[in-house]
């Protein structure tokens, strides 16, 4: 699709709510994991609106080469201009292509590392895009991948899932699908990879209000905007009513701090 043709407007409603408070700081935990260096190509799948080549890109300068692909071409489209806005990182080559993560985006044995940030779970084929991802990598080369812990953990989706259900309308399953870690281990191992480490980590993510929290996922989040969606504008006081009642545990003087949990493997082909 010609980029004029894209709708940006779910992508970039993504980068200006959820990316701040909740992608971003689990994108810098997976930066750390995987410690790219000067030089290495990288490969991003699931891109998103491209966090992981902005925090892996100031590893590489001066000099390295990062591919970041997702099956949204709205999301490539922000996640290129965001980049360029952000300035260029010095002697780094950056490429963005709207891919599905089952399908090759570079030829085979030539990425040093691969960033899977918040995607295994996403991707319409997680095997197949495992498998793809490890005939991306070099024989040695490192995967970092995240993924949501179960929904119970992340309360403010919980809170969401919980008020949807009591409309009889169903939530989002998607992103916490592989919180069962054996689930997580096996599709990593499933490919061929061994598991350096895996850890099951904590982060807040702050909001101003219960409100500002369902109104950046109804705009943004890739899989709980369409649940939400189901939602009649009717409801939408009486829903938000709920959602505050929900999470009024974690409720401070200056918003709302929601608790986030996810997995953080690292794995060598
Ligand atoms: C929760 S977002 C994570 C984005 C980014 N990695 C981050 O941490 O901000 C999940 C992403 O997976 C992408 N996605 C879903 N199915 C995909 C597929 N089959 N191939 C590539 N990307 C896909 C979505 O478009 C979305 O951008």
């Not at 490429?95 to 899977?116: I, T, V």
Request: glycine share 8%; with cysteine.
């Amino acid at each position: 699709m010609p980029p004029e043709t894209v709708d940006t407007t779910a992508a970039q409603a993504y980068e200006d709510h959820l990316v701040g408070p909740i992608f971003g700081p689990w994108a810098q935990r997976v930066v750390d994991l995987a410690n790219p260096v000067p030089g290495e190509t990288v490969l991003d799948v699931a891109c998103g609106t491209g966090i992981g080549a902005r925090l892996a890109g100031l590893r590489l300068a001066p000099g390295g080469h990062l591919v970041s692909i997702d099956n949204d071409a709205g999301m490539v489209a922000v996640a290129e201009r965001t980049a360029n806005i952000a300035g260029p990182t010095a002697g780094v080559t950056f490429e963005w292509h709207a891919l599905p993560a089952e399908e090759p985006a570079l030829a085979d044995g030539s990425a040093d590392l691969c960033l899977c940030m918040q995607g295994p779970q996403f991707v319409s084929d997680p095997p197949a895009a495992m498998a793809m991802i490890h005939r991306a990598l070099k024989p040695g080369g490192r995967l970092a991948a995240s993924m949501w812990s179960v929904i119970s953990d992340n309360k403010g989706h919980y809170a969401l899932a919980r008020a949807l259900e009591s409309r009889g309308l169903a939530p989002a399953k998607k992103p916490f699908s592989l919180g069962d870690p054996q689930a997580a281990r096996a599709l990593i191992t499933g490919a061929g990879f061994d598991i350096v480490s895996f850890e099951t980590d904590e982060l807040i993510a702050s909001f101003a209000s219960a409100e500002a929290f369902v109104d950046g996922v109804a705009a943004g989040a890739p899989a709980t905007r369409h649940a939400l969606a189901q939602l009649s504008p009717a409801d939408r006081k009486d829903f938000i009513a709920d959602v505050e009642r929900l999470l009024a545990p974690y409720a401070q003087a200056e918003g709302i701090e929601l608790p986030t949990r996810a997995h953080l493997v690292l794995a060598r082909r």
